[in-house]
């Protein structure tokens, strides 16, 4: 096995922990928003925070790292093409956004749900906020497949199909979540009779 294989292989794993890990968030955030008990909410705020420290921002850091030593270790790929500066750009983006944004509200949300329990409108209001937005993300990274493995230029009308159609998808997405009733929001106390 060749130097480049090996980072090839570390790439691919990397971003496949990345994309594959991401894509599961939004499965279990299904799951978590259609049960009737808040504090799964709460708990599922901590799992994200939790996982994303440990899985999500390492891989992602290192499919960076990878990325960068192919394109450096390759001979017929560089810095100036036009699909590398496409998966660079998409990169910050994803990247700054979890790192700025989705691992430090996770936590915010963790203190909210501690301070005002995971009943509390506010709380459901800016997980569900949160959970929506990560559709964006995931879509963004989705993207970033479809650049590394197509490789297009600016001017392929591929890119531009493949930008509008994720664009597009990631708005029903949003939308949709925040439009979601997430049931812990609205499941009733129950009352001693009198």
Known sequence: MSWYEFLLFAHISMAVIWVGGATMVQFFALRAIRASDPMRMAEFGEDIEWSANRTLIPA???AFVTGVLLVIDSDFWGFGDDWIVIGLALFAITFLAGILFFGP?????????ESEGPASPVFQARLQRMLALTRADLML???????????????????????????????????????????SATVEPVREPA
Request: aromatic share 10%; hydrophobic share 60%; proline share 4%.
């Open 60 to 62: 992602s850091g290192l």
């Open 105 to 113: 509200e996770s936590g915010r949300l963790s203190k909210l749900a």
């Open 141 to 183: 990274l989705f993207l970033l497949i479809f650049d590394m493995a197509t490789k297009p230029s600016w001017g392929d009308p591929s890119l531009w199909v493949a930008i509008a159609g994720f664009a597009v998808l990631a708005a029903i997405l949003v939308r949709n979540g925040l439009n979601a009733k997430i049931a």
